[in-house]
């Protein structure tokens, strides 16, 4: 099964070569200038987390997602002239993200306006303590703008609450099924499970990372054949699906 | 920087970590030790020893990041800002002296921690309470067809959840079941069938460096160039 997704992705990187697959659009990343620019008039930084995440654990791939994202918006808000503050949880991540940061601002031709030990702040790596951080955070500097796509747990309601309160639009992605419904229902946008990895080929508008998505779908095509099959098979009897996937 | 050294090396590390990683979990590749297990089961364990190094370095990165951040907030006297600072560095100083000095499993290391960071921590998380509540206030409001359906859904499954509505109507208790066994977990299960496939995409992408976000914006040149748009 594993074999034949990727055999869809890496075909269609090839087919999509020659033309840039459509994209479903994602409401949540086409806000992204609008929200800074909310920020750039409303004179007040935004702000960036990640969630929990860090590079080694299962939800590694959640944290990159959110990186490729964090890339994305340090530029926007360097070609703005908007403040933007990063809260760390894992100490792992603030080299990577002071990088990918300092380069957007490099790109933007604005390398002077940023300042690492400010913009890219270490808080905790206990998790209650990160949360009371970046709600001090939301508090003091009431960011104009909230950006959190990553993995979240408990802390995903006292940020978006607090956010909220101070009056942030904010943008949340996760793929941790137990925290969507908190961020959907007090969050601007909202990106769901798979829309955070894709958010990285979206933004780039690359056709070959768009031609994985596409070979995604395939991949969820194919499993939702085998749920039906499997569903109409154990009806009937049988146990050849359970079998055949060694469940 | 040269795309060598910003792209291609980086990438290059990535996919040979990637494909030892992906080897030892899904294949036994030979040879095989007396214990069953195969050499790359060595190697990985090395990596995730140099991880365990790094991650270790990159705290004392973190912790060099909070003392100049929040001394720079004390020698301003940043409004509503420098009192906890001075709070933080003091709290930070006691934890690595009695941390350093009687070992972190000691008696004294514990007791503090328990009586100071757990103690809070399990405050924090008990105001989670009062911000579901705020959130479900605002949640709960008849404004469109979805929000109604949202609307009379949490209204069962609240109700269900009250003892006494529960006792009076047990017809609830089927109709919570039936939605949080089968209309929530089914929906929960198309996210997570999602989630992985959108996880395996973006490793194949970023082990073939067409996903670059960990190493910053590139241009399509420095990607790799190919592309149309």
């Known amino acids: 099964m594993l074999i034949l997704i990727w055999i869809f992705i890496l075909g269609n990187m090839e087919t999509a070569k020659k033309q840039l697959p459509p994209f479903r659009k994602l409401t949540g990343l086409d806000a992204l200038p609008e929200m800074v620019g909310r920020a750039a008039e409303m004179n007040r930084p935004v702000h960036f987390t990640t969630g929990l995440g860090d590079l080694t654990g299962s939800v590694a791939p959640q944290l990159v997602a959110g990186l490729a994202v964090l890339a994305h918006v340090s530029e926007i808000c360097a070609n703005y002239g908007v403040k933007i503050i990063y809260s760390v949880y894992q100490a792992q991540v603030m080299p990577i993200a002071t990088e990918l940061m300092k380069e957007a601002y490099v790109k933007a031709g604005k390398s002077e306006e940023f300042q690492a030990e400010d913009q890219v702040r270490y808080l905790s790596g206990e998790q209650f303590a990160y949360a009371s951080a970046v709600q001090g955070i939301a508090e003091r500097e009431r960011p104009a703008a909230n950006i959190m796509i990553g993995p979240f747990y408990a802390e995903s309601m006292l940020f978006a609450e607090t956010f909220n309160r101070i009056g942030s639009i904010q943008l949340a992605g996760t793929a941790r099924g137990y925290q969507i419904p908190f961020f959907a229902v007090i969050c601007d946008y909202l990106l769901i499970g798979e829309e955070i990895y894709a958010a990285g080929a979206y933004l780039s508008k690359d056709p070959q990372q768009a031609g994985t998505i596409r070979g995604q779908d395939y991949g969820k095509a194919v499993v939702l054949i085998l749920i039906i099959l499997g569903v109409l098979a154990t009806a009937a009897g049988s146990s050849i699906i359970v079998d055949l996937l060694g469940m | ?229």
Request: hydrophobic share 50%; no cysteine.
């Open chain 2, 1 to 229: 920087m040269s795309t060598t050294l910003k792209k291609t090396i980086p990438v290059a590390i990535v996919f040979v970590v990637a494909m030892l990683v992906m080897l030892d979990y899904f294949i036994v590749t030979p040879p095989v030790d007396v214990a069953g297990k195969s050499w790359t089961s060595g190697a990985v364990k090395d990596l995730q020893n140099w991880g365990i190094v790094l991650t270790a370095f990159a705290l004392g990165f973190g912790a060099v990041n909070l003392f100049y951040f929040h001394s720079k907030h004390i020698s301003r006297r940043t409004p509503d800002q420098w009192m906890f600072s001075i709070w933080l560095l003091i709290v930070i100083v006691i934890f690595t002296a009695i941390g350093v000095f009687t070992g972190p499993t000691s008696d004294q290391y514990n007791w503090l921690y328990n009586a100071s960071y757990f103690a809070l921590s399990a405050t924090v998380y008990s105001s989670l309470g009062f911000y579901m509540t705020s959130g479900l206030y605002r949640a709960l409001r008849f404004k469109n067809v979805e929000s109604g359906i949202f609307l009379v859904v949490g209204l069962v499954v609240l109700a269900r959840n009250a003892p006494a509505l529960a006792v009076y109507f047990p017809v609830l208790g089927t109709w919570g079941s039936f939605i949080s066994g089968v209309l929530t977990t089914s929906a929960q299960r198309g996210i997570m069938i999602g989630g992985a496939l959108g996880a395996i995409s973006l490793g194949i992408r970023t082990m073939t460096g067409r996903e670059t976000g960990f190493l910053g914006k590139m241009t399509e040149e420095e990607r790799g160039g190919g592309g149309t748009a």
